[in-house]
Antibody, heavy 121, light 110 residues
Framework: QVQLQESGPGLVKPSETLSLTCTVS????????WSWVRQPPGKGLEWIGY???????NYNPSLKSRVTMSVDTSKNQFSLKLSSVTAADTAVYYC???????????????WGQGTLVTVSS | QTVVTQEPSSSVSPGGTVTLTCGLS?????????PSWYQQTPGQAPRTLIY???TRSSGVPDRFSGSILGNKAALTITGAQADDESDYYC??????????FGGGTKLTVL
């Protein structure tokens, strides 16, 4: 059974960089597309972007200038960096795996439990 | 910019049937938007219900079904149960590698 687990600081200062890692267990990171999704307190889900095991990343246009995602196949992990954070970036951050078949992706099949990141001085 | 739209709230009686929809502020949803659906209860991660419009995720009961109805994607719950009371989100592929979630529907079972 594939499991995803987010890790990283729960508190980040304004203007600094938020860094999170998602560790994949029970399956290989290779051959799949991976995503980050966030949810501000009391609000809906927001797609941040995706990173394939190999190939080009793609980010939400509203966050593109501040987001970097990468994969470390040797550790079976992928990561998120969000720079110049403000209080508006306070959210629960989820990592997720895309469900893909025959070269097409149709949603997410596995999710991490989520980690709350608060931006505050 | 086109956004994904969902009813903010909906209600259903126990044992009843309810359909939640997922549309676009401009245009029609088709299977090429690869709609998928998620259930979320407070404090929990989303649970995948449906992907590729109408494929149920493993372990999801068949009283949850996905479809295209008119110009929207739809999630239909038949035989509603008390523990179906949750927030439901859809996500669509918007093209050029981008995805967008709807604002979510809060479903009440009463």
């Amino acid at each position: 059974q594939v499991q995803l687990q987010e890790s990283g600081p729960g508190l980040v200062k304004p203007s600094e960089t938020l860094s999170l890692t998602c560790t994949v267990s029970g399956g290989s990171i290779s051959g799949h597309y991976w995503s980050w999704v966030r949810q501000p307190p009391g609000k809906g889900l927001e797609w941040i972007g995706y990173v394939p095991y190999s190939g080009r990343t793609n980010y939400n246009p509203s966050l593109k200038s501040r987001v970097t995602m990468s994969v470390d196949t040797s550790k079976n992990q992928f990561s998120l960096k969000l720079s110049s954070v403000t209080a508006a970036d306070t959210a629960v951050y989820y990592c997720a795996r895309y469900y893909c078949t025959d070269g097409l992706c149709g949603g997410f099949d596995y999710w991490g439990q989520g980690t709350l990141v608060t931006v505050s001085s | 910019q086109t956004v994904v739209t969902q009813e903010p709230s909906s209600s259903v009686s126990p044992g009843g049937t309810v359909t939640l929809t997922c549309g676009l502020s401009s245009g029609s949803v088709s299977t090429t938007y690869y709609p998928s659906w998620y259930q979320q209860t407070p404090g929990q991660a989303p649970r995948t219900l449906i992907y590729f419009t109408n494929t149920r995720s493993s372990g999801v009961p068949d009283r949850f079904s996905g479809s295209i109805l008119g110009n929207k994607a739809a999630l239909t719950i038949t035989g509603a149960q008390a523990d179906d009371e949750s927030d439901y989100y859809c996500v669509l592929y918007m093209g050029s590698g981008s995805w967008m979630f709807g604002g979510g529907t809060k479903l009440t079972v009463l």
